[in-house]
């Protein structure tokens, strides 16, 4: 399988913790079915992942093993072994299959204290595992675009730049989520999502141990959202929106044809 990078359009989904385990096997087989059969993923052309959570993964694993589907994980530890309870390594993910791994999201931040200092660490051990690390910055509240884009550039920088001090690098997916658009009734305004995007494609531009990395949106992303914002962005970073996997099989009928 090609690497998730590749892609022309890039379309990930993010469990969290919404759907309980008998749930989110019959989502991950429902997704298997689309796979199957949706021109654009039998091509290559769209790469799908999927994040579900943690008990899920071997048997994701299972479910996809015979489509181009990428799965991943939704967090891991900093550390790749040792006296950490509750934590699972970048090794751990590796070994059972996971291509991808999320990193900093605002509900670690949030719920679970890690600032930037933490994410970097994450950030590097997905890296140092070869996962292709999909990093979340987002602003947490509304502000104007480029004010918006100044943060997300600082936290991007912040935390690749104590990786490339460590001499760790390569590209990755950068996902785009404005905290208070997250559960939102809407997505941020287009017009404000391709100007901070706009910012961090610079960015990552300054870097070229990250050549190849991908910027996709995320915070209420739903189907007719694609069209409008590429080719600013790479793809979409989906939630619940896509618990129905027949608004998924639309995204990437839209991702297809943008």
């Known amino acids: 399988m090609s690497s998730v990078l590749g892609a022309r359009r890039i379309v990930g989904v993010g469990l969290k913790m919404y759907l309980d385990h008998p749930r989110t096997l019959e989502?991950?087989?429902?997704?298997?079915?689309?796979?199957?059969?949706?021109?654009a993923i039998l091509s290559g052309?769209?790469?799908?992942?999927?994040?579900?959570?943690?008990?899920?993964?071997v048997e994701a694993r299972e479910i996809l093993s015979d489509t181009s589907v990428f799965f991943g994980?939704?967090?891991?530890?900093?550390?790749?072994?040792?006296?950490?309870?509750?934590?699972?390594?970048?090794?751990?993910?590796?070994?059972?299959?996971?291509?991808?791994?999320e990193v900093g999201h605002a509900e670690r931040r949030t719920h679970f204290g890690e600032d930037d200092?933490?994410?970097?660490?994450?950030?590097?051990?997905?890296q140092r595992n070869s996962l292709v690390p999909v990093l979340c910055v987002g602003e947490y509240e509304r502000t104007s675009s480029s004010q918006a884009g100044a943060f997300c550039v600082e936290q991007l920088e912040s935390t690749v730049a104590t990786c490339l001090e460590s001499g760790m690098g390569g590209p990755?997916?950068?996902?785009?989520?404005?905290?208070?658009?997250?559960?939102?009734?809407?997505?941020?305004?287009?017009?404000?999502?391709?100007?901070?995007?706009g910012h961090l494609r610079h960015a990552l531009d300054v870097y070229p141990q990250l050549a190849g990395s991908r910027l996709i949106?995320?915070?209420?992303?739903?189907?007719?959202?694609?069209?409008?914002?590429?080719?600013?962005?790479?793809?979409?970073?989906?939630?619940?929106?896509?618990?129905?996997?027949?608004?998924?099989?639309?995204?990437?009928?839209?991702?297809?044809?943008?």
């Open 27 to 39: 989502w991950i087989r429902e997704v298997r079915e689309i796979a199957l059969v949706h021109p």
């Open 45 to 57: 052309d769209v790469a799908l992942f999927v994040l579900p959570t943690f008990p899920a993964l």
């Open 73 to 101: 994980a939704q967090d891991l530890a900093w550390a790749d072994a040792g006296p950490y309870t509750g934590e699972v390594s970048g090794i751990q993910l590796r070994q059972i299959g996971c291509s991808l791994v």
């Open 117 to 126: 200092n933490v994410v970097a660490r994450k950030l590097e051990a997905a």
């Open 172 to 197: 990755m997916i950068v996902a785009y989520e404005p905290v208070w658009a997250i559960g939102a009734p809407a997505p941020a305004p287009i017009d404000y999502i391709r100007e901070v995007i």
């Open 217 to 258: 949106y995320g915070g209420s992303a739903g189907a007719g959202l694609l069209p409008s914002l590429t080719p600013a962005v790479d793809g979409l970073f989906l939630g619940r929106s896509t618990h129905d996997t027949s608004v998924l099989k639309t995204i990437l009928d839209e991702a297809a044809a943008s």
